[in-house]
């Protein structure tokens, strides 16, 4: 079920994604939100954590921050990249 | 003294961050290192400490990270920015 509740950020706008969270903490039986970024999203998904913190879900703290690097596999081998996993909960 | 450990992570190339980093830790004295960095940047930041924690200096550890947001004053008003502050320690 955890799965449900986590969003991966990509290419969209980052209100697109504050909102989608939004919605979800207003969803009573929710009170735990994951949100995942790689590479450059890192820093978006740093900008959608704070701007549903500051703005509109006062309520909420970061149970967690962790920090990793995943492999990827490419045509010409494989590329790390870094990524960020950031833990919101009400 | 703790102002001296801290990175303020810009536009340079990544690597010239981490091995500032790399060049402080192995200075015996420095036990503990502060990266900080806002809006885009954020992303390189999380590369500098990755790249840093598994390629150079495996023995450190993340003692904290944190998000913050800024208000800058501008010609235009104020506007807000994201913050990370990565705490190395080894």
Redesign the interface.
């Given at each position: 079920m955890a799965e449900e509740n986590t969003i991966f950020v990509g290419k969209k706008p980052t209100m697109n994604y504050v909102l989608a969270i939004v919605t979800q903490f207003n969803n009573a039986e929710t009170n735990r939100i994951v949100i995942k970024a790689r590479?450059?999203?890192?820093?978006k998904a740093?900008?959608i954590?704070?701007i549903t913190k500051?703005k509109f879900v006062q309520a909420i703290k970061?149970e967690s921050?962790?920090?990793?690097?995943e492999v990827l596999e490419g045509e010409k081998g494989t590329s790390?990249v870094?990524s960020?996993e950031?833990v919101l909960a009400k």
């Open positions: 590479g450059k999203a890192i820093s740093v900008d954590a704070e500051h970061y921050i962790k920090l990793d690097t790390n870094s960020i950031i």
